[in-house]
């Protein structure tokens, strides 16, 4: 999300003589609506100090494996591994290797994957140069495994060994189905919050991995665009204190997140699939530039995103697929897992070669945000099918997996919202009429429009499709209606993730209603999520207070989605993001049963799994 409201332009020919109307990107989606409504201590690894001005770089002096180890992207017979070896001083007393700067002689790194946590059992090993050209870091990707199966691994080099790490295998046989549960998370800004969401799932045994869809780290300093409560400021600052423009700047925001111990458990503690989205490299990217990229000051966008996308690749277990049997633009990111029977994943990459979002003047300035839909102009240039999202080439990738026989569901991994939704002007902080966000599939409707069409001329033998987004930093569950009026029938469902810790309506409002005591914030929240749920039928349940994550549940007859969210503000704690010692807890959960391609409510959490990856007796 992007910098506060600022009146820009002209006057809408709408409005009184007088008024003006802010400037409304994602990171002001809810600003507006907060405007309206004014109008009416770190658990985990031991041994971890606190987080300073140095964090980025602090494990770095901690040994050659102290940004901890990490694993993902699981097939049934493959996993990448994951670390970064530090290696010493190259002279007495010298600089350490510290993430980006370039420092540093290669290292000898041993790897071993075993059957038991005491590597009595070691059934793969091999070694690998970490070099100052990867910024030190390493990835192994791990074959000739078995499906289904739990693994441990660690790391050696220069007489040290890293912490053990656990990761498993996917549940994909052929012929045979297992349980099938996994975590959906996003928005994890780091200035935003303590990271306790991350610590709550790294606690958990009964997840398969751990989805994040995007904005695993934020590109904004610590100076006139720090994100996040004031009450953090100097307890978690970002690193490095500028924004991120370049290779060296992006080595160290992936660095600051790798430095958190509850991000480190959750990653030794689960295999992770990944996808980046826009603040990987910079608000509401598209292909020639971002809302949040000046040329010139800030240098060449594309070169700029070159070396985000590097940065990313080095720190993140994410597997590279082929960039050969698959027709793509650009680097090929997209990709796809199989369950065996039960269900398969399509990972979408929305940002490399989407098209420039539509721009309203005074609505917005560049890179999209809310606009209004009543102009004839503006309705052709998003409904125009020269304007894509994903590349075509992509699209048509996509929609030959949905086509598929065999499997019950069809999972997919978005970026952002792709169900359409309209947004009451009155609960924007806007004129009245109808609004938009251009940065969402709802920018791009012919593309939407194609999908949702594919999507409901399949029938239920092709498997149904459910759409596992993040982005927009509040939970939703919601239908897919293949047109939005009374009536509707729908052709698939959403579910949204709320932020690990970014701001949602709940901050925004409260951030305009200066002084208002938090149940009061809460209750105007409410209400304006009941209005834009209100004004879309087909969203089912929509939360903008609590922050968290989802796990989703897949069995053949349905999959669930239990909803953890950070407890209820109140006048004591009025932001729980800033008190280490809070987790989200469980709040609510939905569920769509096969063949209906609808969201109900369901009684209550998902129990036990059904049965358990195999793992060999110590």
């Known amino acids: 999300m992007t910098t506060p409201l600022t009146p820009v332009g002209p006057s809408p020919t709408n409005e009184p003589a007088g008024l003006t109307t802010p400037t409304t990107t994602r990171r002001t989606v809810l600003k507006g609506a907060a405007l309206a409504a004014a109008a009416a201590g770190t658990a985990g690894l031991p041994g971890l100090r606190s987080f300073d001005l140095e964090a980025a770089a602090a494990p770095a002096h901690r040994g050659v494996f102290g940004y901890g180890v990490a694993s993902g992207d699981p097939t049934g017979d493959a996993i990448v591994l994951w670390t970064r070896a530090t290696p010493p001083p190259e002279t007495p007393g010298g600089p350490v290797a510290t993430p980006g700067s370039g420092l540093g002689k290669p290292v000898r790194v041993r790897w071993e994957l075993s059957y038991d946590q005491h590597f009595r059992h070691v059934v793969k090993r091999g070694a690998v140069s970490a070099r100052a050209e990867s910024d030190h870091t390493v990835k192994v990707d791990v074959r000739g495994l078995r499906p289904y199966t739990r693994y441990w691994y660690r790391f050696r080099a220069l007489g040290e060994t890293s912490v053990v790490g656990r990761t498993q295998t996917a549940p994909d046989e052929p012929r045979r189905e297992h349980a099938l549960r996994f975590a959906l998370v996003s928005c994890s800004n780091y200035t935003g919050g303590y990271f306790t969401a991350y610590r709550a799932l790294g606690e958990r045994d009964d997840l398969d991995f751990v989805l994040h869809v995007g904005d695993y780290v934020y590109e904004y300093g610590n100076g006139p665009d720090r994100y996040g409560p004031a009450d953090l400021v100097g307890k978690r600052d970002g690193i490095p204190a500028t924004e991120t423009v370049d290779l060296e700047g992006y080595r160290l925001r992936h660095a600051l997140h790798k430095a958190d111990p509850d991000l480190q458990l959750a990653h030794r503690r689960h295999p992770w699939i990944t996808i980046f989205d ?59 897992f199989t369950f065996g029977t039960l269900a398969d994943l399509s990972v979408l990459e929305t940002r490399q070669n989407r098209s420039a979002q539509v721009d309203v003047a005074p609505y917005t300035k560049g890179g999209g945000g809310f606009i209004p839909t009543s102009s004839p102009t503006v309705q052709a240039e998003l409904a125009d099918p020269d304007r894509h999202l994903p590349e075509p080439e992509q699209l048509r990738w996509f929609e030959k997996a949905l086509a598929r026989r065999g499997r019950s569901w069809h999972l997919v991994g978005n970026q952002v919202i792709f169900t359409p939704i309209r947004f009451p002007g009155a609960a924007l902080g806007l004129p009245a009429g109808d609004y938009l966000n251009s940065d969402q599939w709802d920018g791009y409707q012919a593309d939407q429009a194609a999908l949702i069409e594919h999507l409901d001329a399949h029938d239920s033998g092709h498997g149904d499709a459910v759409f596992l987004t993040g982005d927009i930093h509040s939970s939703w569950a919601m239908d897919v209606p293949v047109k939005r009026e009374a009536g509707y029938h729908s052709a698939g469902v959403e579910f949204v993730c709320p932020s690990i810790t970014s701001d949602g309506f709940y901050e925004l409002v409260r951030a305009s209603a200066k002084g208002a005591p938090a149940p009061a914030v809460v209750q105007t929240t409410r209400g304006l999520t009941s209005a834009v749920a209100g004004a879309n039928p087909w969203v089912r349940y929509l939360d903008g207070v609590g922050h968290g994550f989802v796990v989703l549940d897949v069995t053949t007859k349905r999959v669930q989605a239990d909803f953890y969210l950070t407890p209820v503000p109140t006048t004591a704690l009025p932001d729980p993001r800033v008190d280490p010692s809070v987790e989200p807890v469980y709040a609510t959960s939905w569920r769509t049963l096969r063949r209906t391609r609808r969201v109900v409510a369901a009684d209550g959490p998902v129990g036990e799994r059904r049965d358990e990856p195999r793992q060999r007796k110590r």
């Open 278 to 336: 826009d603040h990987e490299v910079a608000n509401n990217a598209w292909r020639g530039g971002a809302e949040n990229h000046t040329p010139g000051s800030e240098g060449d966008f594309l070169e700029r995103r070159r070396e985000a996308y590097e940065a990313y690749l080095e720190w993140m277990p994410f597997r590279l697929p082929s960039q050969h049997t698959v027709d793509h633009q650009g680097t090929r990111f997209f990709k796809r």
